[in-house]
């Protein structure tokens, strides 16, 4: 997974609780990214971050929250979970001038 | 607005025989960046291939090839001989560089089935 972690792997929350999700790099990449990847929608954009400190919204960024205060670390927030948001979130890395991103192995999230 | 559709939601073949995944794209830009990835079983993302938008040449590597037609916005995928180890979710996607991020926009998978 090209150097790239997602902590944890797996959780489930009840509605109303928050949590983080970490995703880790240590390929000194300056894009880090979250996608959501729900049945039959193929990978949405959550979040994205083109250097640290900085973020941007994707496509549906609503319920979430990103902070990317490391290079090396983009964390991804939800401050009170929805079943909705029940789905597998995959962090990616990119780089500047080369288009393909490598993804994390993925965090299965179940909100009850 | 940028749409990577891929029509083709589930396929089953037989071992050893080809088989052809479909991708068509939409973008109103004149660079852009079109991409295969495949997700096994184990549900991991793996990049297979990176097409620019200027440059329409087939490329084939060991037993995938891929087929680019701007003329029909098509960008296809095609496993020759497929194995049981093919199996897997693949996914097309765009990125359109005037974005400046490199982001993707995904198509919603076809599903490959290569039966033993």
Avoid at chain 1, 64 to 91: D, H, I, M, W
Wanted: net charge neutral; glycine share 8%; with cysteine.
């Amino acid at each position: 997974n090209a150097g790239v972690t997602q902590t944890p792997k797996f959780r489930v929350l009840k509605t109303g609780q928050s949590m983080t999700l970490l995703c880790a790099q240590d390929m000194n990449h300056e894009y880090m990214y979250w996608y959501r990847q729900d049945p039959g929608m193929g990978l949405r954009l959550i979040h994205y971050s083109v250097g640290e400190g900085t973020t941007a919204k994707g496509e549906v960024p609503d319920g979430y929250n990103v902070s990317r205060l490391k290079k090396q670390n983009f964390l991804l927030g939800l401050e009170s979970a929805a079943p909705s948001q029940t789905s597998v979130y995959f962090c990616a890395i990119g780089l500047a001038g080369v288009y393909e991103q490598y993804f994390g192995p993925g965090t299965r999230l179940t909100v009850t | 607005a940028q749409k990577v559709t891929q029509a083709q939601t589930e396929i089953s073949v037989v071992e050893k025989e080809d088989v052809t995944l479909d991708c068509v794209y939409e973008t109103r830009d004149t660079t852009y960046y079109l991409f295969w990835y495949k997700q096994p079983p184990s549900g991991e993302l793996v990049f297979l291939i990176r097409r620019n938008s200027f440059d329409e040449q087939n490329e084939i590597s060991g037993r995938y090839s891929w087929n680019f037609q701007k003329s029909t916005s098509s960008f296809n995928f095609t496993i020759t001989a497929s194995q049981v180890v093919d199996s897997a979710v693949y996914f097309c996607a765009l990125s359109e560089v005037r974005t400046g991020a490199n982001n993707l926009f995904f198509g919603t998978g076809t599903r490959l089935t290569v039966i033993p």
